[in-house]
C-alpha cells in the first residue's frame, strides 16, 4: 500500500493514540480536503485553544506545527489518549482512568497509564479547579445559543449555488470554514471535556448513598438535546405514513425511488408529507453518516437516508413514541433527584453539591450536542457546494465521482478548478487508494509509532469467535433499562430494512444517522463508544436501553439470536442462538 495522501507526525510527548470515540466521528480515512482545508490547523489550533482556556495547558506544551492533541495517523483520525489522560490527572476528582472510561470505553489493547514528568501540575490543577465551579454554577450556556443563531443565519442566507461559477463557489466554502469552523470547534471541545465533571459528581454522590446506578437515571430525558431532536420529526412523519394507505403502498415498494414516486401521486396524503418532509430536510438536512467529512451525502443531498429510518418507523406501534418515552425519562429524573436529595438531607453541604450538579449535567449534556451540531452545519453549507462543483465535472464527463473533489489537497483545488485532466489519473490512484485502506482494519489504539498499515488484517478476515449461548458479554452502562428481544445485526443506517419494530439493534458505530433507528428499536448495542458519547446521551432522551462498548459485538452476536440488554448493568446476555 502506498502512504495515504495526508497525515501527521506521532508525538514524543504524548504518544498513546486511540481510535476511540473519534471514530464514530471520522469512520473512514480522512479525506485530504477535509485535512488540509480545516483540520489540520484550525482543529489542532482549536482543540489547543479550548485546553488552555480551561486552564488545564499552556500553549507551550505544545510543539509548534504539530498535531499532538489529534492526529492523522494511517489515514485514519485519532484522538491522543495521553493527552486526555493528563487533563484527568491535572483535574480535581479526576484521573486518567476515569478520563479512559468518560470518553473511551473499553479499550481492548490500551497500555496503561504510566505518569511522565510534568503530568501533574499543580498550578494547572487550581486554574482547572476554578474552570469546575463556573461548571457547576453557570446558569446557562451563552455561546453555544449565539453560535447556532450565527448558524442557522448562515443556513437562511444560503447564496444561490446554482447561479455560481464553480471558482465563486470554491471561494465561498473556504471563505465560511476559515470564518467560523476553529471559534465553533474549540467551543465543542471546551464544552465535551467539561460535560463529565458534573457527572462525575453524581457518580460519586450517588454511590455513597447506596444507588450507583441511579446516576443514569438522573442525566436521562434532560430535553433540548439537539441530536435527537430529528428522531422525534421523523416520528411524527411516521404516524402519517402509518395512518394513510396510499403512504403506507408507496413505501411497501421500497426505499429506491419513493421520492419521486410520492411527487408523482395524487393521493391527498402525499402532497402533506413532502411538504412537510421538506420542513424537516429544511432543519435537519445537514445530519447523515460521516457528516464531518464534506464528501459524504446527509439527509438534504441524499434524502432516502431519511425515509429509510422513517420506513422502519412506520411499522412501530403508537407505543413507541420517542416524546413520551422522553417525558417519562424525564419524570423518572426529577423522581430520581428528589429521592436521592431527600436521601441527603442530613447533609447540606452534600446536598447542594448533588443538585447543583444534576442541573450542571443537563446544561452541558444539551451544549455538548448543540456545539457538535453547530460544526455540523457549517461543514454541510460547504458541502452543498462543494457537492455542486462535483456533480458539474462529471456531467461536462471532466470528472469520474462527483466526491474526487475531496481527495484534492486545498492548495491543487484551483489548478483542478482550471483544467481538471492532469488530475484524472492521479485521482483516481487516489480513489483506488481510499477504497484499500477502507479494505483493512487500523489499529484501535497504538503506543509511539502505528504500525505499518501493510501489516494490518483485512476487514473481511475475521477472527473472532461468535458467542455461545450463556456468554455475558460485557460494554459500559449506557441507558438503564433491561429488554429481551431478537438481535438484527445493521451495519448501514441507509439499508436498515432486516431491522423490525422492538427488535433490538446491534451496531458498529451510532453517529446521529443511525439514532433515528433507536426509535422502533427495544434497545441498541454498540461495538464502541461510551458512556458520555453521543449515542449514549441521545439513547437517554429517547428511553432506549442502550449498552456501548461492546466489543465486536456486530461480529460475535448472531444475528436472530435472543438476547438480554442490561443498559443499568452494561451487559448482553446470549439466550438462545437463531
Not at 488540509?36 to 505544545?62: K, Q
Amino acid at each position: 500500500m502506498d502512504p495515504w495522501i495526508v497525515g501527521s507526525e506521532p508525538s514524543t510527548r504524548y504518544p498513546v493514540w486511540t481510535r476511540a470515540n473519534v471514530g464514530e466521528v471520522f469512520p473512514d480515512p480522512v479525506a485530504p480536503l477535509s485535512f488540509t482545508l480545516f483540520m489540520e490547523e484550525s482543529v489542532e489550533g482549536a482543540w489547543r485553544d479550548a485546553l488552555v482556556r480551561m486552564g488545564a495547558f499552556t500553549h507551550d506544551e505544545f510543539a509548534d506545527g504539530r498535531m499532538e492533541a489529534l492526529g492523522i495517523h494511517g489515514g485514519y483520525c485519532y484522538l491522543n489518549a495521553s493527552v486526555t489522560r493528563i487533563l484527568g490527572e491535572r483535574s480535581p476528582g479526576l484521573s486518567a482512568q476515569l478520563m479512559d472510561d468518560i470518553f473511551f470505553g473499553a479499550q481492548p489493547g490500551i497500555p496503561p497509564y504510566v505518569e511522565a514528568p510534568g503530568d501533574r501540575n499543580p498550578e494547572r490543577e487550581a486554574a482547572v479547579g476554578k474552570t469546575f465551579e463556573w461548571v457547576m454554577t453557570t446558569p446557562t450556556l451563552e455561546e453555544p445559543a449565539k453560535d447556532a443563531a450565527i448558524q442557522d443565519a448562515l443556513h437562511r442566507a444560503r447564496p444561490n449555488i446554482e447561479a455560481m461559477s464553480n471558482e465563486a463557489i470554491w471561494a465561498y466554502a473556504k471563505e465560511i470554514l476559515a470564518k467560523h469552523f476553529r471559534k465553533l470547534f474549540s467551543e465543542h471541545i471546551f464544552i465535551t471535556f467539561l460535560s463529565p465533571v458534573p457527572v462525575g459528581v453524581l457518580t460519586q454522590i450517588c454511590a455513597a448513598v447506596g444507588r450507583p446506578t441511579d446516576v443514569m437515571r438522573v442525566i436521562s430525558g434532560v430535553g433540548d438535546v439537539e441530536s435527537a431532536a430529528p428522531s422525534m420529526l421523523m416520528w411524527k412523519l411516521s404516524r402519517r405514513v402509518a395512518a394513510d394507505p396510499a403512504l403506507m403502498a408507496a413505501f411497501d415498494q421500497g426505499v429506491a425511488g419513493l421520492p419521486g414516486r410520492l411527487r408523482a401521486s395524487t393521493a391527498p396524503g402525499a402532497a402533506a408529507f413532502l411538504t412537510d418532509f421538506a420542513d424537516f430536510i429544511d432543519k435537519f438536512g445537514c445530519r447523515g453518516p460521516n457528516e464531518w467529512e464534506s464528501r459524504n451525502d446527509t439527509w438534504e443531498t441524499r434524502p432516502e437516508l431519511v425515509l429509510a429510518a422513517i420506513d422502519r418507523m412506520r411499522l412501530a406501534p403508537d407505543s413507541s413514541a420517542p416524546l413520551a418515552k422522553n417525558e417519562h425519562m424525564a419524570e423518572d429524573r426529577v423522581k430520581a433527584v428528589l429521592e436521592i436529595s431527600e436521601l441527603l438531607a442530613g447533609d447540606p453541604a452534600t446536598q447542594g453539591m448533588f443538585l447543583a450538579a444534576a442541573r450542571a449535567a443537563v446544561i452541558f449534556q444539551a451544549g455538548r450536542e448543540r456545539t457538535k451540531t453547530n460544526c455540523v452545519k457549517l461543514i454541510h453549507e460547504a458541502r452543498i457546494g462543494l457537492h455542486t462543483i462535483g456533480h458539474r465535472l462529471v456531467a461536462a464527463g471532466r470528472c469520474d465521482d462527483f466526491r474526487d473533489y475531496a481527495l484534492l489537497k486545498a492548495d491543487e483545488f484551483d489548478a483542478w478548478l482550471a483544467n481538471p485532466a492532469p488530475m484524472r489519473a492521479e485521482l483516481a490512484r487516489r480513489r483506488a487508494l481510499f477504497d484499500e485502506y477502507m479494505s483493512v482494519q487500523e489499529p484501535f489504539v497504538f503506543a509511539g509509532t502505528i504500525p505499518d498499515p501493510r501489516t494490518w488484517p483485512k476487514k473481511a478476515a475475521s477472527t473472532v469467535v461468535p458467542a455461545k449461548v450463556g456468554d455475558v458479554l460485557t460494554g459500559m452502562p449506557g441507558c438503564p433499562g433491561k429488554v429481551t428481544g431478537t438481535a438484527r445485526v445493521v451495519l448501514d443506517p441507509a439499508d436498515p430494512t432486516a431491522l423490525g419494530p422492538g427488535e433490538i439493534l446491534v451496531a458498529p458505530i451510532t453517529d446521529p444517522s443511525w439514532t433515528p433507528l433507536f426509535v422502533p428499536a427495544a434497545a441498541v448495542v454498540v461495538d464502541v463508544g461510551a458512556a458520555q458519547s453521543h449515542a449514549m446521551i441521545v439513547s437517554r432522551e429517547l428511553g432506549i436501553p442502550c449498552v456501548p462498548s461492546v466489543t465486536h459485538a456486530t461480529k460475535r452476536i448472531p444475528d436472530g439470536a435472543t438476547i438480554e440488554v442490561d443498559g443499568d448493568a452494561g451487559t448482553v446476555t446470549i439466550l438462545a442462538l437463531p
